[in-house]
């Protein structure tokens, strides 16, 4: 033990002889880990708000819905108001409950929305105004009026881009026209769609995402008005489930999967209901690890450098330490606890400096606009302007370690190196 | 029956130059006794340092036996060399050759503490060493803050501080001034009188050859005689080059 205490002070002070080197050294070896680190902030900041833009916009992170759903989109595919119960106090069994954020029914269907000026294609969605306002985010995306409320059952929301297409305002008359989901015998037995249905709303508010498709396609009315509409009293198409945690996706999926066995529903964690979206982010993951990696192989060869030449023209030094009686396990031993050491303040060097940069961008934010001036509509998600950076104790303690990691690796040719001091031309330098 | 700290039978040294083979030493038989303060002496390229590498396991002759504190080194493992280093042998060098970023004290205990002795018994046996060769008080100096004549004996005293029964010594006053090097000289005879340590020197400086009990002259690789100035001394009885 004495040795290796012995060994590590050796390697230490050999690191303070060229102080300026060191610490050069250590500056571009933490540069990296702090570029690393505030890359991947950012990125887990920009995910997270896109996940959670996106599941307040859709389904949540977790859904439940009528079996084949997902595919089809069939507006048919109903979920009864005893499966929403059973959902609902699947939901209280056991520990998920503080994970639980809230649960929504929404009923969907597409319809023809029609003003005096214009008419378009739009996707409904019937919502209980306050879950909606509690759980989504288009209630708080609102430009013009306000949203839904109970007191507003003929009230219509819509998106800023449909509002201009249709010329409306807020206190326009509307027309909403949908195609029944309940048929009448006759069509049941051709099977042919419902009947066509109309009812006659006022524009209560109008909202604004960013995202094109959502401000041009999607209106909000309430739950019960819908279900008139379509004459699907008690019926809706899904549960989107609000987690405290997104991270907790998987576990609420697997306990409901678990509580709901027989009933004909297919539940999906965010992941699997907005798969093109995970798979982007996974991606951005993948390609984000690869250019961190690249970027520490390169800090990496630096660091070899400064080691192996530190090795080199300390080699008469080495040599003489051979000669006295160190063995060459202890010589690799010296170099990698100085390579170690000099991994030490360079993982310091790097924390203060990457969580010095993450907290600034984690408090105030990353605002985007200064790169850029225009709205980003058509991104197919919603997009914030002000990136707040996200670092969770798993990342920053997988970076320090792969930074730690590879101060180990990066040491192994310089104690190879000393190891194989050779006597006596190692003594002949002089 | 004498006991050899040093056994050299037939030892052949060729140093390649490109493709040329330059000899060091030729057929060097000697023999060293425990206790002795023998020098090499010789020119520039007579060989004193090859056969100094050789006899500390330094470097590795090409033929012949090298027999060393009761060991044949020539069949040691590098391992088993180093260890035979650490615990029978102690280095002097030219350019004394301390870690520059140790003190004085953690110069000298470094072979102990490689040996594992315990830090207290260390410290004890540096601070009665550093006393005994007029370096008390110089303990937490760095090389650099220290002379050169107390650097070397800094130097010696990390070859003794483990008693080790041979102390090679390759040209140790070459560097020195005059009163420095006898300074040094003084406390190297001291040594070898007090402790019986077995010195070797290498030199061409004629202080250490005055001052050595025997002396070996060689030339192109070769014994060319083994003097012994000082027959009186009593340490020195037993010994003899067997070439």
């Known amino acids: ?430 | 029956m004498t006991q050899w700290v040093v056994e050299l039978r037939d030892v052949q040294k060729t140093y390649q130059t490109g493709q040329v083979g330059v000899p060091a030493l030729r057929d060097i038989g000697l023999r060293v006794a425990a206790g002795e303060f023998l020098a090499i002496a010789g020119p520039s390229g007579s060989g004193k340092t090859t056969l100094l590498n050789i006899i500390g396991g330094l470097d590795q002759a090409d033929s012949g036996e090298v027999w060393v504190a009761g060991k044949n080194i020539r069949r040691l493992s590098a391992g088993a060399l180093a260890r035979l280093r650490l615990q029978r042998l102690g280095f002097v060098f030219q350019a004394y050759n301390l870690l520059p970023v140790l003190t004085a004290l953690e110069n000298a205990e470094f072979t102990l503490l490689l040996q594992g002795v315990p830090a207290r018994r260390r410290r004890e046996k540096v601070q009665k060493l550093f006393s005994e060769i007029g370096l008390a008080g110089l303990e937490d100096r760095r090389p650099a803050q220290l002379s050169g004549g107390q650097q070397q004996r800094v130097a010696v005293a990390r070859a003794m501080i483990t008693e080790p029964a041979l102390i090679l010594a390759d040209e140790p006053t070459a560097n020195l001034d005059s009163a420095t090097a006898v300074a040094l000289l003084d406390v190297m005879e001291q040594l070898n009188q007090t402790h019986g340590t077995t010195f070797v020197f290498s030199t061409h400086d004629p202080r250490v050859m005055e001052r050595a009990r025997r002396l070996i002259r060689l030339r192109d690789g070769q014994v060319v005689s083994d003097e012994k100035p000082h027959q009186s001394d009593g340490l020195t009885r037993q010994y003899g080059a067997t070439s």
């Open chain 1, 1 to 430: 033990m004495a040795e290796v205490v012995f060994l590590a002070k050796l390697g230490w002070r050999n690191l303070w002889r060229h102080s300026r080197r060191t610490l050069l050294t250590a500056l571009a070896f933490g540069l990296g880990l702090a570029l690393l680190l505030i890359s991947l902030g950012l990125l887990d900041g920009d995910h997270e708000q896109r996940i959670a833009n996106r599941t307040r916009l859709v389904a949540g992170h977790v859904v439940v819905q009528a079996q084949g759903y997902q595919d089809t989109l069939s507006q048919k595919l109903l979920l009864s108001s005893r499966v929403v119960t059973a959902t609902a106090e699947s939901l209280k069994v056991g520990t998920l409950h503080p994970a639980l954020g809230g649960v929504s029914p929404r009923l969907i269907a597409s319809g023809l929305l029609s003003s005096a000026a214009n008419a378009s294609g739009v996707s409904i969605l019937g919502v209980i105004p306050e879950k909606e306002k509690a759980f989504f985010l288009i209630p708080h995306r609102i430009v013009e009026g306000s949203y839904l409320d109970d007191e507003k059952a003929t009230g219509i929301v819509i998106g800023a881009e449909l509002a201009r297409k249709l010329k409306v305002r807020v206190g326009s008359k509307v027309v909403l026209m949908a195609q029944a989901v309940r048929q009448s015998d006759a069509a049941a037995a051709n099977d042919s769609g419902g009947e066509l249905q109309s009812t006659l709303l006022r524009v209560v508010g109008i909202f604004r995402t960013g995202m094109l498709v959502v401000d041009m396609y999607v209106v909000h009315l309430p739950l019960a008005a819908t279900q008139t509409l379509l004459g699907v009293p008690n019926q809706v198409t899904q549960v989107a489930i609000f987690l405290e945690r997104e991270s907790d996706s998987p576990i609420v999926a697997r306990h409901l999967r678990s509580q709901l066995t027989g009933v004909p529903v297919e539940i999906l964690t965010w992941q699997e209901s907005l798969e093109r979206m995970a798979q982007m982010i996974w991606l951005e993951d993948l390609f984000n690890n690869v250019i961190g990696g690249i970027l520490l192989v390169m800090v990496g060869l630096g660091v070899l450098n400064t080691m192996l030449m530190a090795v080199l023209e300390r080699r008469y030094e080495l040599g003489v330490c051979a000669a006295l009686g160190l063995r060459p396990g202890q010589l690799a031993g010296m170099i990698m606890c100085e390579s170690l050491a000099l991994g030490l303040i360079s993982i310091a060097f790097g924390l203060v400096l990457g969580l010095g940069v993450h907290y600034h961008f984690a408090t105030t934010g990353l605002d985007l606009r200064w790169f850029f001036d225009t709205d980003l509509r058509a991104v197919q998600s919603v997009f914030d302007p002000i990136l707040y950076s996200r670092l969770s104790l798993a990342r920053i303690t997988g970076s320090v370690g792969i930074v730690f990691l590879m101060g180990i690796v990066i040491s192994f040719y310089p104690a190879f190196k000393a190891a194989r001091t050779e006597l006596p031309n190692a003594l002949r330098v002089l």
